[in-house]
């Protein structure tokens, strides 16, 4: 997912992926707390973990910061305030 976003579909097509990802790793984070040895789930795990921060971090390239908290760094001017925010996608 290197290939720079070209329109606003394409912004609301990689949050799409990223909350399929974020899903699926909420699921394993709840079955690994009961299956804790199942090694396949843990590798599927980090597998999906680093997804989640190689397309968190194309989003933010192309839209601006996704993460708050100190998660995200913001360009200059502060760009918090610009529109849609994650949450309004």
Do not use: C
């Not at 949050?15 to 789930?41: C, G, R």
């Amino acid at each position: 997912m290197n290939n720079p976003p070209k329109a606003a579909t394409d912004r609301y097509e990689l949050m799409e992926k990223i909350q399929i990802v974020d899903f699926a790793l909420v699921e394993l984070t709840l079955y690994l707390d009961t299956h804790p040895n199942d090694f396949q789930a843990i590798q599927q795990f980090n597998e999906l973990a680093v997804q989640s921060r190689d397309l968190k971090a194309n989003y933010e390239k192309h839209f601006g910061p996704l993460r708050q908290y100190g998660a995200s760094f913001s360009g200059y001017p502060w760009n918090w305030k610009d529109s849609p925010w994650p949450w309004q996608l």
